[in-house]
Nanobody, 122 residues
Framework: EVLLVESGGGLVQPGGSLRLSCAAS????????MNWVRQAPGKGLEWISA????????YYTDSVKGRFTISRDNAKSTVYLQLNSLKAEDTAMYYC???????????????WGQGTQVTVSS
């Protein structure tokens, strides 16, 4: 069974940073692309980033380009999201999500975690 457990969220001031982690199990982690998605209060699910199975290709939505960095450590079956220069509009529940393919599939997922809350406020 696919299990994804996010951690690292918290309350930060605008301009601050966080590093989110997602520990994966129940599948061959190195075979699959991984995604980060988020859901702001009262809003729908928004895809924000993806990384290919080998880490060689990364993808970002425009609103986070230059501020967020996705990475992975296949030896640890963990995907990360470094969040820098945080803005109030980044406040959301952040989820990691498994892609069914080795490279990202444009918003198609076949597993996701319970989420970790990121709150950006003064």
């Amino acid at each position: 069974e696919v299990l994804l457990v996010e951690s690292g969220g918290g309350l930060v001031q605008p301009g601050g940073s966080l590093r989110l982690s997602c520990a994966a199990s129940g599948f061959t982690f190195s075979n699959y692309a991984m995604n980060w998605v988020r859901q702001a209060p009262g809003k729908g699910l928004e895809w924000i980033s993806a990384i290919s199975n080998d880490g060689g290709r990364t993808y970002y939505t425009d609103s986070v380009k230059g501020r967020f960095t996705i990475s992975r450590d296949n030896a640890k079956s963990t995907v990360y999201l470094q969040l820098n220069s945080l803005k109030a509009e980044d406040t959301a529940m952040y989820y990691c999500a498994k892609d069914p393919h080795s490279d990202y599939s444009a918003g198609v997922y076949n597993g996701w975690g319970q989420g970790t809350q990121v709150t950006v406020s003064s």
